[in-house]
């Protein structure tokens, strides 16, 4: 059974860095893509960063505008996203999801992924 757990999330405040793990069991995530979304309350989610299988990043504008750091470690079959200078409107449920995607082409639509965690929530105050 394929499992994906979000690890990071929590309450802090602005200004301050987080760093998310997503923790795959049960798939070898060496061939697959990964990314990380977010949902705001009372938002749509969204698309916040990628890494292909072969460790290459790929951003959204926002996140490429600086903050957000997406990395992998196959070895622990676990993908990060490291946050700095949080502001409060990030605050959001960030999932993580893994599937054949590349982000040359494709990958910012929660539905093109296979498989999907349940999200940590993290929560930014002014």
């Known amino acids: 059974q394929v499992q994906l757990v979000e690890f990071g999330g929590g309450l802090v405040q602005a200004g301050d860095s987080l760093t998310l793990a997503c923790k795959v069991s049960g798939l070898n995530l060496d061939s697959y893509s990964v990314g990380w979304f977010r949902q705001a309350p009372g938002k749509e989610r969204e698309w916040v960063a990628g890494?292909?299988?072969?460790?290459?990043?790929?951003h959204s504008p926002h996140s490429l505008k600086g903050g957000f750091t997406i990395s992998r470690n196959n070895a622990e079959n676990a993908v990060y996203l490291r946050i700095d200078s949080l502001k409060p409107e990030d605050t959001a449920v960030y999932s993580c999801?893994?599937?054949?995607?590349?982000?040359?082409?494709?990958?910012?639509?929660?539905?093109?992924?296979?498989?999907w965690g349940q999200g940590t929530q993290v929560t930014v105050s002014s």
């Open positions: 999801a893994a599937g054949v995607v590349d982000f040359r082409y494709n990958g910012r639509k929660y539905e093109e992924y296979e498989y």
């Open positions: 890494i292909s299988w072969r460790g290459e990043p790929a």
